[in-house]
């Protein structure tokens, strides 16, 4: 099992908000990335550190962070928003980088 | 434009070793931390390891120690992943991508990444 839990799925209005939730007590120490990822694509940066955005991804993508929780918001989602969504963070250990099991998002 | 280009689909027998191959363009492999992620089909991501810039530098994660073995070649910019002792469960795609950090350590990123490989391993 992994150190970082997220919710298998979670379904939006579209145009409506929706936070993506990732849960472990190494990230009371770390802060985390958070990566989209489309069928048959390779993961793509969307939000890592103090909610820092990647040249080219839309300001709808937040993250924040809370005790041993870290979020992505997505302010206004869009139907090309659906896909999985991956947090990523050292783990407690300090050797080793792992992920949490994804959350598919559907937008309705 | 920084770009990682990966080999092809690989099709391998049980017990039989595969060497996946990362080359990259737009980025000097000898400034960046190099990771390789592999996912099974349907299933999540998963951390393997890393190679130094130097090279020099190997870390894995504990469940592929002694099977995996990360390696690189500067003279053609290419990154290699290598994992022996194959297994059904070992197909997956597999990708590399660069690391980022920041200065206080305090968070890690990749970006860009490959395409991904496919390994199948089926007897």
């Known amino acids: 099992s992994s150190e970082l839990t997220q919710d298998p799925t979670v379904s939006v209005a579209m145009g409506q908000t929706v936070r993506i939730a990732c849960q472990g007590d190494?990230?009371?120490?770390?802060?985390a990335a958070w990566y989209q990822q489309k069928p048959g694509q390779a993961p793509l940066l969307v939000n890592y550190?103090?909610?820092i955005r990647p040249s080219g991804i839309p300001d709808r993508f937040s993250g924040s962070r809370s005790g041993n929780t870290a979020s992505l918001t997505i302010t206004g989602a869009q139907a090309e928003d659906e896909g999985d969504y991956y947090c990523?963070?050292?783990?407690?250990?300090?050797?080793?980088?792992?992920f949490g099991g994804g959350t598919k998002l559907t937008v309705l | 434009q920084v770009q990682l280009v990966q080999s092809a689909a690989e099709v391998k027998k049980p017990g039989a070793s595969v060497k996946v191959s990362c080359k990259a363009s737009?980025?000097?492999?000898?400034?960046?931390?190099m990771h390789w992620v592999r996912q099974a089909p349907g299933q999540g991501l998963e951390w393997m390891g890393v190679?130094?810039?130097?090279?020099?530098?190997?870390s894995y994660a504990q469940r592929f120690q002694g099977r995996v073995t990360l390696t690189r070649d500067t003279s053609t910019s290419t990154l290699y992943m290598e994992l022996s002792s194959l297994r059904s469960e070992d197909t997956a795609v597999y990708f590399c991508?660069?690391?980022?950090?920041?200065?206080?350590?305090?968070?890690?990123?990749?970006?860009?990444w490959g395409q991904g490989t496919p390994v199948i391993v089926s007897s």
């Open positions: 990523m963070s050292r783990d407690s250990s300090g050797n080793e980088l792992v």
């Open positions: 190494c990230l009371r120490n770390y802060y």
């Open positions: 991508a660069r690391d980022h950090s920041d200065a206080d350590q305090s968070v890690w990123w990749f970006d860009p």
């Open positions: 190679i130094s810039p130097t090279g020099e530098i190997t």
């Open positions: 737009g980025l000097s492999i000898t400034r960046h931390y």
């Open positions: 550190g103090k909610d």
